[in-house]
C-alpha cells in the first residue's frame, strides 16, 4: 500500500508542472492535468480562456456535457468560471497504454445556444508499482552452455506509461550471470540474463536470483521476482513466432466462438525441447475474458461480446514457451470495425412549456441534442417532425436542433400538442428513434364573453313579488380559468327617470336578473335593461346584450262605470215615453277598465229589473233597449240593476243602478220624487235640502211644471229617446276626457253633461238627445232667468245654483 501512495507535494508539483491551457482556432480548449487528483481540484477557468462572461454564465444555463463517455468527469463552477474535477480520473483505466489520453468534454451554453469543445490531456502520474506476471522464473540451461549465452528475461509490467514505466532492470551480484538491457522499438526496455560464466551442473546444480525492476517515476517505485536456474543439458534453441506483430480486423457484432486468428511459432529442438506452448501475457482481465488462446494450436477465439464503442482496438501479448523454458513474445492487434448497431438517442436539453398562445411565429420552446455512438456515415443523423404541427426543427450547432412555432397558437382550438420527433442515421441499414414532446398552451385573455343570444325578452307578470326571478342572460368565454370567468353587471341607465337599479338587479356570478319591485302594467308596460358581461383576464374584455323587460298585464282593476254612477254615489233618473217601441234605445251604460287584452272586454249583464223582459241590455254594447212595447200594466218606475264584467281570469265585475220613468207627462214628475225617495239613501243632508226645496220654491216649481207640461205635449210625438244618453261630466273619472264620438258608442252619439256646483247629493239630470230625433235649434229649452233669481242660494253651501227646465232634483 506505501507503493502506491504518494504525497501531496508530489501531486501539487505535477499538477504545476502539467496544467497547461491551449486555444484552438475554432474555439475550443485544451488542458493537461494530471490523473488521480482530488474532486472539486480546478483544472482551469474556462470562462477566462474562451473569453465568456462569468456573470451571465448561470443565466446561460452553461454546463458539461460528454461526448461518447459514460461519465462526466469534470464540472464547471458557474460562479467563477473555473473547471473542476467532478469524478477520480484513472488514466490507466481510460486508455491502458495509450501515449496520448484525451478526455473529450464539452462546454454548452443557453440563450444563445453556444458550444466548446474541451480537450482534457491526461498526464499519468507514477501511481503503479512494477510488476512480474510470475513470482518465480525458472531457467533450465544445460551445462554445455557457453559463455555469453543470453537468457531473455520476462518483462515487468507498469500500467503507467513514459518516464514512469519500467526504466531499468538490476540482477544481484552473483559469479554465473549478468543482466544486459537494451530497448524496442516503441521505447519498451527489455532484459537478457547474460551467461559470463560456464555452469558446472557437478559444482552447482540451481542457482537463485533476484531480478529488480525500476520505473523512472519521482520516487521510483520497484518491483522484484525471483529467477531460479536450473542447470540441465543442452536446449539452445527458443522458439521463434512467425510474425513478431499480429494485425486483424473483427466487426463488433461477430458471434461468439469465431476464430479470430492463429499464432505460429517454431522451435529448432527435437524432441521435448522442441514442443512449444502458447499463453498470453499481461493481458487485462475483461481482454482475457473477451478473447481466449489454444495453448497447442495458438488459435485465438472470441469468448465474449465485442462493442466498438467501448473498446476499437486490442492488444494482445503473447508468450511461446519450449518444453524447457525458453520463451518468446509477440504482438496481436485486434482492430475491431464499426457496424450500425446503435440508434440516434434523443435528448431534450430544454423545453419552454407551457407556450403563450399569443407567442410569435418562430419562437423557440425547446433545444434537442441528438447523439449516435456509432462512427462516420452510421454517425451522421438527420431530425424531423412528421405530423401536422405549428412547429418545426431547426439546426443549430452540431448535433443541436431548436424547436420553434411555424403559426399562431390557438389554445381555445388546442390547448396540447404530442409532438413525435424522429432521428434517423445513414447507416446501411438506417435506424432510427422516436421521441414524444408533450407541450402545452398557455391561455392568454383574448376573447370576450359572448352572450348566448344577441338579445333577450323577459315577459314578468305584474303584480310580481320583490326579488321574484325575471330572466337569465348567459355569456360563454372560451379563455381558461379567470380568463374565461364571466362576472355580471348592469350598464347604468334611467327608467322613466329613475335608476334602473331601483327595477331590477342581476346575479353576478349566475346571470340571473331579479325584480327589485313590483310591477304595475298599468305604470310601466316595458322597460329595456343593457346588461355587461365582463371576464377576469387582464386586461379584462367586455360585452354587452339588450334585455327587454315587458310587463305582462294581470286581471287586477275591476271595471270602473262612467255612466250611469255606481251606486250610492248619486241618483239619476232617465224618462222613457209610454209610445217607446220594442228595440228603441233607453239608455247606454258605459264603463272602463284600466287592464288591456281579454282582462279590459267588458260584458254587459242585466242581474234584476222590476219588469223582466221589459228591457234588455247588449252584451257587448251596454245600449239598454227596449225588449217590447209598454204596455197598461208596467210600472211607471223602473229599477235596472245591472252587471259590468271584465274577461280575466278570474272575472272581475261591478254593479249600477239605472232608473227608468215610463212617462208621456211632466205632471206626473211627483211621483218621481217619491220613488227617490224610496229608492234613495236617507241621508241628512238630502232631506234637509229636499225640505228647504219644496217649502222655498213650491210657487216656482208649481209655474214650471204647467210650461213643462204644456210643452210636452207640443213635441210629445219627437222625445222617442231613440237618442244618445246624456251623461254628467261630473261622472267621468279625471283621467278620462269628455266623449266626442269615443269609446263603446257609435261615432254618432255626442254627449253633454251638466250639474250642479253644489254637493252631489243635490245633481239633477237633464237628457238632451244630437241624434236625428234631436228637437230643432228654435225650440232648445233656455234658462228661466226670473226663476232662477229666486232660487239663489238653493244648495245650502252658499254657492249659486243653476236650475234648468225639465231638470228633476235627486
Request: one cysteine or more; charged letters at 20%; glycine letters at 6%.
Amino acid at each position: 500500500m506505501e507503493d502506491k501512495r504518494f504525497s501531496a507535494a508530489a501531486l501539487t508539483l505535477g499538477f504545476c508542472l502539467f496544467v497547461v491551457a491551449a486555444r484552438s482556432a475554432f474555439g475550443d480548449v485544451s488542458y493537461s492535468f494530471p490523473e488521480e487528483m482530488k474532486r472539486g481540484s480546478v483544472i482551469g477557468n474556462v470562462a477566462k480562456d474562451l473569453g465568456l462572461d462569468v456573470n451571465r454564465l448561470s443565466a446561460r444555463k452553461a454546463r458539461i456535457d460528454t461526448e461518447g463517455n459514460r461519465k462526466r468527469y469534470c464540472d464547471i463552477n458557474v460562479n467563477t468560471g473555473e473547471l473542476t474535477v467532478a469524478e477520480r480520473i484513472d488514466r490507466e483505466a481510460l486508455c491502458g497504454k495509450k501515449t496520448v489520453c484525451v478526455l473529450k468534454q464539452e462546454l454548452v451554453l443557453e440563450n444563445p445556444l453556444e458550444s466548446h469543445r474541451i480537450n482534457i490531456n491526461i498526464q499519468d502520474v507514477n501511481d503503479n508499482t512494477p510488476a512480474f506476471k510470475k513470482d518465480v522464473i525458472k531457467f533450465e540451461i544445460n551445462e554445455i552452455a557457453i559463455k555469453g549465452t543470453r537468457f531473455l528475461l520476462e518483462e515487468a509490467h507498469d500500467a503507467d506509461i513514459g518516464t514512469n514505466a519500467v526504466q531499468s532492470y538490476s540482477i544481484d551480484q552473483n559469479e554465473h550471470f549478468t543482466l544486459a538491457v537494451s530497448s524496442k522499438a516503441g521505447g519498451r526496455i527489455y532484459c537478457e540474463l547474460v551467461l559470463d560464466k560456464e555452469l558446472d551442473r557437478e559444482q552447482q546444480q540451481e542457482l537463485t536470483l533476484t531480478l529488480t525492476a525500476v520505473d523512472g517515476g519521482t520516487p521510483p517505485r520497484s518491483g522484484t521476482v525471483v529467477i531460479h536456474v536450473t542447470v540441465l543439458d543442452a536446449n539452445d534453441n527458443a522458439p521463434v513466432f512467425s510474425q513478431s506483430v499480429y494485425k486483424v480486423s473483427l466487426p463488433e457484432n461477430s458471434p461468439l466462438n469465431t476464430v479470430v486468428l492463429t499464432v505460429s511459432a517454431t522451435d529448432a529442438d527435437e524432441g521435448v525441447n522442441g514442443e512449444v506452448l502458447f499463453e498470453f501475457s499481461h493481458v487485462s482481465e475483461s481482454d482475457s475474458s473477451t478473447f481466449s488462446l489454444n495453448p497447442n494450436s495458438g488459435q485465438i477465439g472470441l469468448t465474449g461480446p465485442l462493442d466498438y464503442e467501448e473498446e476499437s482496438t486490442y492488444e494482445l501479448q503473447i508468450q511461446a514457451t519450449d518444453g524447457l523454458g525458453l520463451v518468446s513474445f509477440a504482438t496481436v492487434i485486434i482492430e475491431i470495425l464499426d457496424i450500425n448497431d446503435n440508434a440516434p438517442v434523443i435528448v431534450i436539453k430544454t423545453l419552454h412549456s407551457p407556450v403563450p398562445e399569443n407567442a410569435a411565429p418562430g419562437t423557440e420552446v425547446g433545444i434537442i441534442n441528438v447523439q449516435d455512438r456509432d462512427s462516420e456515415n452510421n454517425q451522421k443523423v438527420h431530425c424531423s417532425i412528421q405530423q401536422s404541427v405549428p412547429f418545426k426543427l431547426v439546426p443549430s450547432i452540431k448535433n443541436y436542433y431548436s424547436l420553434v412555432t411555424t403559426g399562431e397558437l390557438d389554445r381555445e382550438l388546442v390547448s396540447d400538442y404530442n409532438i413525435t420527433i424522429t432521428a434517423s442515421d445513414e447507416g446501411s441499414p438506417p435506424l432510427s428513434s422516436s421521441k414524444t414532446l408533450h407541450l402545452s398552451v398557455a391561455d392568454v385573455n383574448d376573447n370576450p364573453p359572448v352572450f348566448e343570444e344577441q338579445s333577450y325578452s323577459a315577459h314578468v307578470k305584474e303584480n310580481n313579488k320583490a326579488g321574484s326571478s325575471v330572466c337569465r342572460v348567459a355569456a360563454r368565454d372560451p379563455d381558461w380559468r379567470q380568463n374565461g370567468t364571466v362576472v355580471y353587471f348592469l350598464s347604468p341607465s334611467d327608467v322613466s327617470g329613475a335608476p334602473v337599479s331601483s327595477f331590477v338587479s342581476i346575479n353576478g356570478d349566475t346571470g340571473v336578473l331579479h325584480a327589485v319591485r313590483s310591477f304595475d302594467y298599468e305604470q310601466l308596460k316595458s322597460f329595456k335593461v343593457l346588461v355587461l358581461a365582463r371576464d377576469n383576464g387582464s386586461p379584462p374584455l367586455s360585452s354587452n346584450v339588450s334585455v327587454s323587460v315587458w310587463i305582462s298585464d294581470e286581471n287586477d282593476n275591476s271595471p270602473q262605470i262612467l255612466y250611469p254612477s255606481p251606486e250610492g254615489h248619486s241618483f239619476m233618473t232617465e224618462m222613457v215615453p209610454k209610445a217607446a217601441q220594442s228595440g228603441s234605445l233607453v239608455s247606454k251604460v258605459i264603463a272602463v277598465d284600466a287592464d288591456s287584452g281579454q282582462n279590459a272586454w267588458l260584458s254587459y249583464h242585466m242581474v234584476k229589473a222590476t219588469e223582466p223582459g221589459l228591457f234588455t241590455i247588449g252584451e257587448h254594447s251596454g245600449e239598454i233597449r227596449m225588449q217590447r212595447d209598454i204596455s197598461e200594466s208596467d210600472h211607471m218606475k223602473q229599477n235596472l240593476v245591472l252587471s259590468v264584467r271584465d274577461n280575466g281570469q278570474p272575472s272581475l265585475s261591478v254593479t249600477c243602478t239605472v232608473y227608468l220613468l215610463i212617462s208621456d207627462n211632466l205632471a206626473e214628475l211627483p211621483e218621481l220624487k217619491d220613488m227617490s225617495y224610496e229608492e234613495s239613501s236617507s241621508k241628512l243632508t238630502f232631506y234637509l235640502i229636499i225640505a228647504l226645496v219644496s217649502v222655498s220654491t213650491f210657487f216656482l216649481t208649481f209655474i214650471i211644471i204647467v210650461l213643462a207640461v204644456r210643452f210636452c205635449h207640443r213635441r210629445k210625438s219627437r222625445l222617442l229617446f231613440d237618442g244618445a244618453v246624456a251623461i254628467p261630466s261630473a261622472y267621468l273619472p279625471p283621467n278620462y276626457a269628455e266623449v266626442e264620438g269615443a269609446g263603446t258608442l257609435r261615432s254618432s252619439y255626442n254627449y253633454d253633461a251638466y250639474l250642479t256646483t253644489g254637493s252631489r247629493t243635490s245633481d239633477f239630470n237633464f237628457i238632451t238627445s244630437y241624434s236625428d230625433r234631436t228637437l230643432p235649434a228654435d225650440l232648445t229649452l233656455k234658462k228661466t232667468h226670473a226663476s232662477v233669481e229666486d232660487l239663489e242660494g238653493f244648495d245650502g253651501a252658499g254657492n249659486d245654483s243653476q236650475v234648468w227646465p225639465l231638470g228633476f232634483f235627486s
